[in-house]
């Protein structure tokens, strides 16, 4: 009956011709990263990965964590997921997908791993007096500083949440309603905040020293304090998700990027490397050093944390932005 | 009447289905939570009054211009003409990131010599700056009224002894009410969907603009993000509604404005006296000087000096000055090369569909006046829109989910560009249509010809001017748009306002004013070519 309909021997080569086809085109394979490392940076890991693997394709979308946020959130509404592996600086997001469940369990290592450290810290246009220069993160709460000190938003910058996060859970709401009444300004990324310094519209930054550093380099008259309660360490996370279509690629991509060859590409960025045989950045103080009186992250405060990210946000809202 | 139905119900799928997706994404407690909040209801407030102030002002500023521009003749006035519309013509991000190097309140280059009129950050700023932005729009719109009126009325005002002031009052302004109001409502929808000048001049002040809240609860929230921003936009959209109603008024009371009735016209010609000419240019001098003269000539020079050395150490800075950050965008930063030729053939394309679009949509529909409204609120609902929202529904609506694919394409971008900017191209040509009247459509069919026919030989060649201004007028924005292309560009596509964005965000203030003057020589240079091409028809 079914000869009636097909013919088999052309079925036959369509069938081999179709899978010589999609055989010839799978060749190279793809995997798409979005990350939020710097562009110049991830293009190292993209060249340096595909030179390892040269039959897998790297495709890169490159932007702030918060876009990157976005964006997924879109593609997993839309139920069509294009991005393979994750690498933001948004821990509580990562682990907050863990625990929707659209997180894919890993071969080697935790399913939300750290790719390297990123570092709050405080800045100050090169024309203030030394001795007026704040030493402490609570320094900021005094009149002195009024008005002068510039930050980003917890609403638009992932690293600026974190910061948010652990300084209310360190010092209390208190702190923040006390720089809100210090005229705290709070608005945009990382980046704006080195313009407010730089340009000296304000005096002084919290900011991610990975950004000064990299503006002191190409010539801004900014320079870094870092905080004698402690800086703040932030992680940078990479996830793989469930519904990935490229999991395996996107497993050797994320193990590239802890290797040591990827970690020394994320140094030249000022990161910090979660590797102990990679130095600290050129011109940043050593991690232990510096983070000594800072308070560890764990994956149980990242879910504290993630979970009241409505009230954090909410709060801090009512005490700065408002 | 059956098929004209079903391309209606196309075009609401096209261009507001994506929407209409994210908005059944809102959740009802979520959003009464937040209409209850505080902070709504100041941004509620803060959108309303820089969105009617700027529109206000737009108007003041285009009338004003407009009439002056449209009746004498002097020498460069073209030249002074391509000066006022020049606000428009930059994206707004750059003249916003400009009036902040110029004067912002404490290092603002220029804020102890020369200061702001007022303070910069704030409602108040933002609502001068979107007068500023916007003012270009109502002249274009203005101007063309204007000459279309019959001199006789002039002429009839002053033989009867009424002074020029007067008949300004009582003959211009009230032929133009209609014009006025519609492009009042068009710079209304579109200060209230503006990002830039909100997050450049509202947000240090702590003025948030509802876009910039959209924006906001986007950026961290995750699901719950999405459906704030979601529920934020659909107040905007609601905002939009009175602006359209006022649309849709004048068109019921078109018959009595008709500017144009198939008789022959000529245009006004009058003569300035001396002290109404230099009057008029020191007006003229001083606002330009204002509007963008002195911010862009500020990011002009720090683009040759290490950042911030212009604010601290003042002239003394060119003693190092380079063309580094012009070596880096244009030489090191491939992403540049490819964002402008795909920024110009994407847009060009968009620009030639909305153009297409508009023309069939209204000869689909020119017997049926009810259908063209619906389609009007089609077209004007995006426009309405923020954009990082119509990006996010784009993304959900064209990912395959409905049997499209167009994500990580230039399609989707180019969707994006029709949707956003359909509803400029739309009002002109439409605005447009009404001024020929039905009787020439009517005595080609009479004498046996087509509508399609008719519509060829006879509307179209009447049209041309405005479908040919109206390309330019898309083309520019959509040339830096910015909060759109940031969602949308792939590495298949980038535009320049993502490629801008980019270097504002992470790479340095310098390198993204290189950008940006590079992007206005490239916008004036198209502008001259444009003129060059058409010998004077076409272009500003």
């Known amino acids: 009956m079914l000869s009636h309909v097909f013919d088999f021997n052309r079925a036959i080569f369509l069938t081999i011709f179709i899978s010589a086809l999609s055989g010839f085109a799978s060749q190279k394979k793809e995997v798409w990263i979005y990350t939020s490392v710097y562009k110049e940076f991830i293009s190292e890991i993209e060249v340096g990965f595909e030179k390892r693997y040269p039959n897998i394709d790297v495709k890169v979308f490159q932007s702030g964590s918060e876009k990157i946020q976005a964006k997924v959130e879109a593609e997993i509404l839309s139920k069509k997921i294009q991005a393979d592996l994750l690498v933001t600086s948004g821990p509580f997001w990562s682990y907050g997908l863990e625990k929707r469940g659209l997180v894919s369990p890993r071969k080697n290592g935790p399913a939300v791993n750290t790719n390297y450290y990123s570092l709050m810290v405080i800045i100050y246009n090169n024309k203030t007096p030394e001795t007026e220069r704040p030493k402490t993160f609570t320094d900021l709460l005094k009149p002195n500083y009024k008005r002068f000190v510039q930050f980003s938003s917890p609403l638009e910058s992932g690293t600026a949440f974190a910061t948010v996060a652990y300084l209310s859970d360190r010092y209390g709401w208190e702190f923040f309603e006390k720089l809100g009444d210090n005229h705290l300004a709070s608005s945009g990324g990382n980046s704006a905040v080195i313009q407010k310094v730089e340009s000296g519209e304000k005096k002084y930054g919290i900011v991610l020293l990975e950004n000064a550093l990299a503006a002191i380099k190409k010539g801004s008259p900014i320079g870094v304090i870092y905080p004698t309660d402690g800086s703040i360490p932030i992680p940078s996370m990479q996830v793989i998700l469930k519904d990935s279509p490229n999991k395996e690629q996107a497993e050797l991509l994320a193990e590239y990027i802890l290797s040591k060859e990827g970690q020394m590409i994320l140094r030249k960025g000022y990161m910090y490397s979660v590797r102990s045989d990679v130095p600290a950045p050129e011109g940043a103080a050593p991690f232990k050093d510096v983070t000594a009186k800072a308070i560890p992250w764990t994956p149980e405060r990242f879910i504290k944390f993630e979970a009241n990210s409505k009230d954090i946000k909410k709060k801090y809202s009512e005490h700065v932005l408002e | 009447m059956k098929l004209k139905f079903s391309l209606l119900v196309l075009f609401g799928a096209l261009f507001i289905g994506p929407i209409f997706v994210l908005f059944t994404k809102i959740d009802p407690v979520l959003f009464q939570e937040t209409l209850e909040s505080k902070s709504f209801l100041k941004s509620l407030n803060v959108t309303l009054i820089s969105g009617l102030g700027g529109a206000a002002l737009s108007a003041i500023f285009g009338l004003f211009f407009a009439h002056f521009f449209s009746m004498y003749q002097w020498k460069l006035k073209r030249i002074q003409r391509l000066g006022f519309l020049i606000p428009y013509l930059i994206p707004n991000c750059i003249l916003a990131a400009a009036y902040v190097v110029a004067w912002n309140p404490v290092s603002g280059i220029l804020t102890s010599s020369l200061p702001f009129p007022g303070e910069l950050y704030g409602t108040w700023g933002m609502t001068f700056i979107f007068g500023v932005v916007h003012a270009p729009l109502v002249f274009l719109i ?69 876009t910039y809240k959209v924006y906001q609860t986007l950026q961290l929230g995750g699901e719950e993000g999405i459906s704030q921003s979601a529920g934020l936009s659909l107040i905007l959209f609601l905002l939009a509604i009175p602006s ?196 020439l459509v009517e005595a080609a069919q009479i004498s046996g010809a087509s509508k399609r026919r008719a519509w060829k030989d006879i509307v179209v060649p009447i049209l041309k001017p405005d479908i040919m201004g109206v390309f330019f007028l898309v083309l520019i924005p959509i040339l830096g748009e910015l909060t759109m292309s940031v969602f949308l560009a792939s590495p298949n596509f980038k535009s320049i306002g993502s490629v801008l964005f980019e270097l504002q965000d992470y790479a340095d203030q310098a390198s993204a004013s290189a950008l940006s003057i590079v992007l206005v020589i490239l916008i004036l240079f198209m502008n001259q070519l444009t003129r060059w091409l058409s010998r004077g028809r076409l272009g500003y």
Not at chain 2, 146 to 160: G, H, L, N, T, Y
Not at chain 2, 179 to 192: E, G, M, Y
């Open chain 2, 142 to 210: 203005l101007e063309d009224k204007i000459q279309k009126i019959d001199p006789v009325f002039f002429e009839a005002s002053q033989v009867s002894g009424a002074s020029s002031l007067r008949t300004f009052f009582k003959i211009e302004l009230p032929l133009l009410l209609p014009a006025i109001l519609s492009s009042i409502s068009l710079c209304f929808s579109l200060n209230i969907s503006a990002f830039a000048i909100p997050a450049w001049i509202g947000a240090p002040e702590k003025a948030y603009a509802l």
């Open chain 2, 244 to 439: 359209l109603a006022l649309n849709v008024w004048i068109q019921k009371n078109e018959k009595k404005y008709l500017l144009i009735t198939g008789k022959a016209s000529r245009k006004m010609e009058s003569s300035f006296s001396q002290k109404k000419f230099y009057l008029f240019q020191s007006s003229y001098i001083l606002c330009m000087l204002v509007f963008w003269i002195l911010p862009l000539a500020v990011l002009f020079l720090s683009t040759f000096v290490k950042p911030g050395c212009l604010q601290q150490n003042g002239l003394d800075c060119f003693q190092e000055a380079s063309l580094k950050s012009y070596e880096y965008i244009l030489v090191e930063l491939p992403d540049t090369k490819q964002a402008i030729s795909q920024s110009l053939i994407y847009g060009t394309l968009s620009g030639i569909l909305i153009i297409v679009l508009c023309l069939v949509s209204l000869m689909l529909f020119s017997n049926k006046k009810s259908f063209q409204q619906i389609l009007e609120w089609f077209f004007a609902i995006p426009i309405a829109t923020p954009g990082a929202i119509l990006a996010l529904g784009l993304i959900v609506s064209y990912s395959g989910q409905f049997g499209i694919n167009l994500y990580n394409t230039a399609w989707i971008a180019v969707v994006a560009y029709i949707l956003k900017h359909m509803n400029m191209a739309f009002l002109p040509i439409r605005n447009g249509l009404m001024n020929i009247h039905a009787s």
